[in-house]
């Protein structure tokens, strides 16, 4: 019998740890609690527990929560484990600091069960995937270094990940450009090649059948023989990133900023936060089913594990 997933909920608010208890526990999840960071970091450094997905709040009696996820980053065998974080602020740039730091997510109090499920999935479900792919990663950055002009095919959700995860060791600010490549890739899978829009998307999440209708709809006459492409070019000094896809395009300005709407959303703040964090420049082009994204070279690194 598979072992359930854990989640690790620190907030110093009893209230608030049973609320995600209960949520968590609608889908299967086990969690265990803390109050503090030093009480997460027991729980944390106890071989006898496995912990899939951490949920932490900003606001802890002893600290800033980011001082125990900046621990974790400290050791391999915790570095890996996503980190959803949790507080009232609802600042962009709280929001882009979270995000380079490395966090998988930023929810905003008060939030809905459904939410929180949501992104507790879609966090183990992506730790996952980066766990299948890390063996060979190494490997594939010697060969991604001496990449200066090339092109690119897919059509999942899948494929988009891989190039994501393979293609951000081009340059040193790996885990913010898989963030940033990884948004423009899916969005040119599902709202641009299956047309599956922001509306659409909510409600498929909210009711838990947005990965049948992706599949159906890769797999339908009117979508099967759609693809997007991938063009990097590099320089010496930067990265450039163009992705195409086959939709009809859509108002890029209204997801260019993390507005009051979207910081309660399942989603829609991804093309902002890849804007924030994992481009310099991102430019999305005529209708909007091409966007540039541009990467600095000299652009300082992501922070690194001791």
Do not use: C
């Amino acid at each position: 019998m598979a072992e359930p997933v854990t989640a690790l909920v620190v907030d110093d608010e009893e209230m608030t740890r049973a609320i995600v208890a209960g949520y968590l526990a609608r889908i299967g999840y086990r969690t265990l609690e803390a109050s503090s960071i030093a009480e997460g970091w027991a729980i944390l450094s106890n071989p006898a527990h496995t912990i899939h997905v951490v949920l932490l709040d900003r606001r802890l009696e002893d600290g800033d929560g980011l001082e125990l996820f900046e621990r974790m980053k400290s050791l391999p065998t915790l570095a890996e484990i996503p980190v959803i974080v949790q507080t009232v602020s609802d600042s962009s740039a709280d929001i882009a600091a979270a995000i380079r730091a490395g966090v998988f997510y930023y929810l905003m109090k008060p939030y809905d069960g459904a939410l929180l499920r949501s992104v507790v999935r879609s966090a183990e479900e992506r730790s996952g995937r980066l766990r299948s792919l890390q063996g060979d990663l190494r490997s594939r950055a010697d060969a991604i270094a001496l990449l200066r002009d090339a092109r690119f095919r897919f059509r999942t959700p899948q494929e988009a990940q891989n190039l994501a995860i393979t293609l951000s060791t081009i340059a040193d600010t790996a885990h913010s450009l898989t963030f940033g490549l990884s948004e423009i890739l899916m969005n040119a899978v599902e709202h641009g090649n299956l047309g599956i829009g922001y509306d659409a998307k909510s409600e498929l999440k909210a009711n838990g059948g947005l990965i049948r209708e992706i599949e159906a709809r890769l797999a339908s006459p009117e979508h099967r023989d759609k693809y997007a492409t991938l063009h990097v070019e590099r320089s010496d000094t930067r990265v450039s990133f163009t992705v195409t896809d086959m939709g009809q395009g859509f108002d890029s300005s209204r997801y260019l900023t993390v507005d009051a709407f979207q910081s309660t959303a399942t989603h829609g703040r991804g093309i902002a936060l890849a804007r924030m964090v994992g481009f310099d420049q991102l430019t999305y082009v005529g209708t909007g089913n091409r966007v540039i994204g541009v990467v600095n070279l000299d652009r300082p690194a992501d922070p690194v594990a001791d």
